[in-house]
């Protein structure tokens, strides 16, 4: 299917944050756009906005002075819905109300011709719900673009029960032609990201909720372990509690509370205290001094002190798989490494200093694992995206580990340029078990026929810049490690949160990955 040509008029009801960056995409692509806005007045000031948005990167050298002129020349405000009766595609970003959308798309159905598409905006809304009431249902579907809409790549094309599939690719042709990623979702709650990203806070709070690091420590870990961009906490305060939260409620709500999406506690109390973390100078972190102190003024992570204990050569059982640029770190670094053959049947990878036994979590604890593997001195790592690069690792170690024992484990990590972080006994460390709910989630979203594996990725990596897919992550891993990991962290809590998705469970079982 193509996308709509240049010489289509695009319509955009709603100039505020995201109607004003909407148009802009558009009238860049080279659309002529009517932005209009119910507030007199909205919509000159909107494309005003623009001008000055975009004459900053003239100023920067990034644009010339003649493509903002043409820009802003295709861009003309109207204060009546009826200057968009010509539109070919009317976008609607106005409040967040069912009941109100409703009645402005009826009002739009009889205004315009009967094959202008009709989208919404629309973050947690259904699009089967929006279009119930249409005479034609099946043009109208979800254009979901994420907040700057000029500079976030993604667009999700959202599919209520009655859209065609004519129009839901003519809307992702369109998309992509306006330089964004376009990826396909059916209307189910919170689409594909603001549903697959639920854990990523979901898991952070929890790790706060009960004790194992502070907010700064599990940032630090996220970033420099996991790879991510920024970590929950501070992502949070970015976004802010009440938006945040609200999105969670809503998610949990719409699923019928099923525990997978539960809100936390911790976060309800921020909200009540009107922390709501940027916007109101305090979050998790307190940012009223930034700029005057700013690096006093942010915590730092809890990092171990230089350890001194002598390293003896590092004893390697089993296959290393993923941990193999751990290995060669170490080998990197002068320390002596010799290799055996696995003892594990199950052919875990276990790496020996003298009496301490290291091995990547699994998502059980490690006092669990020391009683069921008869080891008394055990220490656990976390996952890392890429241990040759990572920056810092999180431990944790089995009751009956000796301080002697910790030290060597700090000095080990050390030795290759890593930080340590040591984190109470916690089932699945903080990266592993993150990326293991976050493969989850999506697993479940393909399974329900949400995405598939590739949109399902694409989306988490261009609408919230995760490093890697978390199904082409879990791939990496190996799924059947993924489900023994969502397995132990199940039992470990005794919750159905944990429950592994029975997508991910076939996949393992059968030995097939999500992506080819
Ligand atoms: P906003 O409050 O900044 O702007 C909404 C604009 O719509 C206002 O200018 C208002 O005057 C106008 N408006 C309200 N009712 C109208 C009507 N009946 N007719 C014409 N104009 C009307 O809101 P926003 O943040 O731009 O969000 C708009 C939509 O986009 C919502 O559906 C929201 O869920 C969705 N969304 C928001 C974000 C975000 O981060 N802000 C991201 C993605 C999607």
Request: charged letters at 20%; a negative charge; hydrophobic letters at 45%.
């Amino acid at each position: 299917m193509s996308a709509l040509p240049t010489t289509a008029v695009i319509g955009v009801i709603g100039a505020g944050a995201m109607g004003a960056g909407i148009a802009q995409v558009a009238a860049q692509a080279g659309h002529s756009v009517i932005l209009h806005d119910n507030q007199p007045g909205a919509a000159s000031a909107g494309i005003d906005n623009i001008r000055r948005q975009l004459e900053k990167r003239v100023a920067k050298g990034k644009m010339r002075q003649d493509e903002v002129d043409g820009i802003i020349a295709r861009l003309q405000p109207a204060d009546t819905v009826e200057a968009l009766a010509d539109s070919r595609l009317i976008i609607e970003a106005i409040v967040e109300n069912l009941e109100i959308k409703r009645q402005v798309f009826a009002q739009l159905e009889a205004l315009c011709s009967p094959d202008t598409l009709l989208a919404s905006n629309t973050s947690s809304l259904s699009i089967t719900s929006i279009a119930a009431n249409l005479e034609r249902p099946e043009r109208m579907a979800g254009l979901h673009f994420f907040n700057p809409a000029p500079v976030m790549k993604l667009v999700e094309v959202v599919s209520g029960l009655a859209t065609s599939a004519e129009v839901a690719e003519t809307l992702y042709a369109t998309a992509s032609a306006w330089g964004k990623v376009a990826v396909h979702a059916s209307s189910t709650p919170g689409f594909i990201v603001n549903r697959v990203a639920r854990p990523f806070y979901a898991e952070g709070l929890r790790l706060l909720q009960e004790g194992a690091g502070d907010a700064a420590t599990l940032d630090a870990l996220l970033r420099q372990a996991g790879g991510f961009r920024m970590g929950p906490f501070e992502l949070m305060d970015l976004i802010g509690h009440d938006v945040n939260y609200a999105v969670t409620r809503s998610v949990f709500d719409a699923y019928y509370g099923d525990t997978r999406f539960e809100p936390s506690l911790v976060q309800q109390a921020l909200v009540e205290a009107g922390r709501l973390g940027r916007k109101s100078g305090q979050g998790f972190y307190d940012y009223s001094r930034e700029g005057q102190h700013e690096n006093t003024a942010k915590p730092q992570p809890t990092i171990s002190a230089p350890a001194q204990a002598e390293l003896p050569p590092l004893v390697v059982q089993g296959e290393p798989g993923v941990i193999a640029p751990l290995l060669e770190r170490a080998q990197e670094s002068g320390l002596e490494v010799v290799r055996r053959e696995s003892l594990q049947p199950d052919g875990t990878t276990r790496l020996r200093l003298g009496d301490l036994v290291l091995a990547l979590s699994d998502g059980r604890c490690a006092a669990e694992r020391a009683v069921n593997e008869g080891l008394e001195a055990l220490v656990l790592f976390d996952l890392c995206l890429d241990y040759r690069n990572a920056g810092a690792i999180a431990l944790s170690a089995s009751h009956a580990t000796s301080a002697e024992a910790r030290e060597l484990a700090t000095a080990f990590f050390q030795r290759l340029g890593i930080d340590v972080v040591w984190l109470t006994d916690t089932p699945g460390l903080v990266v592993l078990r993150t990326v293991a709910m976050l493969a989850n989630e999506a697993a479940d979203a393909v399974l329900q026929g949400v995405c598939s594996a590739e949109d399902g990725d694409l989306a988490m990596q261009a609408g919230v810049n995760y490093p890697r897919g978390p199904l082409a992550w879990a791939d990496s891993l190996g799924l059947a490690f993924v489900h023994r990991t969502l397995t132990h962290l199940q039992q470990s809590y005794g919750e159905e949160r944990y429950r592994a998705s029975f997508l991910l469970r076939r996949k393992a079982l059968t030995e097939e990955n999500f992506h080819e």
